[in-house]
């Protein structure tokens, strides 16, 4: 039985990180707005956080512990042999997801790149989109930029947990200090106070709607990268004395605050 819900819980996660975005567009209407309130899609973003993420991150964070070992062996030490192709079908997925984003990391390089290269940035969207346009169909940058980026993470990976630790340790304050310096830059912007209201808006009847708590599903799987195994590998180096429920609550929870 165990091994079926655990079988169940990673297929559906896996789906929701490919299907929650496309169910999030049908909650536009025709003209691009909001159909339902903002404040509505985070009361089951939350909900879904401790009813759905944190329980698939504590399983996730129990067996890595457990096993340590890869996730194949994973599941076969924890589920039996007929369920170690889960773990190579979980390790797949990963990779063609990594290989995506690869892709999107080119991208930000070559954004970061030109940046500090170009004197002018493009001040309109139509501009913004010829240099995209220019970028991705008329230049080989695309490739350069992605080989980078794999190169780059190869180097961190090969240099083992204490690489990606340093690594973590650069990106992930500044990436807070740019998600920071939007907000508040975003707060000077003409019209702020009607996002910043429409934010706060509930809109009640759109709770009875499932693709808003699909969407809020999708987005919590893409958020927190639950049952994708990554977190079960991360596990493997976590030491005995280490809470694994105290980890499984306040990772995601701050993570999803931030985000």
């Not at 079988?7 to 789906?15: N, V």
């Not at 009361?43 to 996730?60: D, Q, T």
Request: proline letters at 3%.
């Amino acid at each position: 039985m165990y091994s079926r819900f655990a079988l169940f819980m990673c297929k559906t996660s896996i789906k929701l990180q490919i299907y929650g975005p496309r169910q999030s567009d049908e909650l536009f209407d025709k003209n691009g707005q909001r159909a339902e309130g903002a404040l509505t899609f985070y009361i089951a973003w939350i909900i879904l956080l401790f009813f759905w993420s944190i329980p698939i991150i504590l399983a996730e964070y129990a067996i890595g512990r457990f096993t340590r070992n890869s996730v194949p062996v994973a599941f076969f030490k924890f589920f039996g042999k007929h369920f170690i192709w889960v773990g190579g079908w979980l390790v797949a997925t990963i990779f063609f997801l990594s290989a995506y984003y690869a892709v999107i990391i080119g991208w930000c390089i070559y954004y970061f790149y030109i940046s500090c290269t170009v004197v002018a940035l493009p001040s309109t969207e139509d501009a913004g989109l010829a240099l995209f346009n220019d970028f991705a169909r008329n230049s080989y940058w695309p490739l350069l930029t992605q080989l980078l980026a794999i190169l780059l993470t190869s180097g961190f990976l090969f240099g083992g947990i204490r690489w990606i630790e340093r690594a973590n340790l650069f990106l992930v304050p500044l990436l807070l200090l740019i998600i920071v310096f939007t907000f508040v830059w975003s707060l000077t912007r003409d019209y702020a106070e009607v996002g910043i209201a429409y934010l706060f808006t509930p809109s009640w009847e759109s709770l009875a709607n499932p693709g808003l708590w699909i969407a809020a599903a999708g987005q919590n799987a893409f958020d927190t990268s639950c049952g994708m195994a990554s977190l079960m590998t991360y596990a493997t180096f976590m030491g005995r004395s280490a809470s694994i429920v105290r980890y499984s609550v306040t990772i995601p929870l701050i993570n999803n605050l931030v985000r």
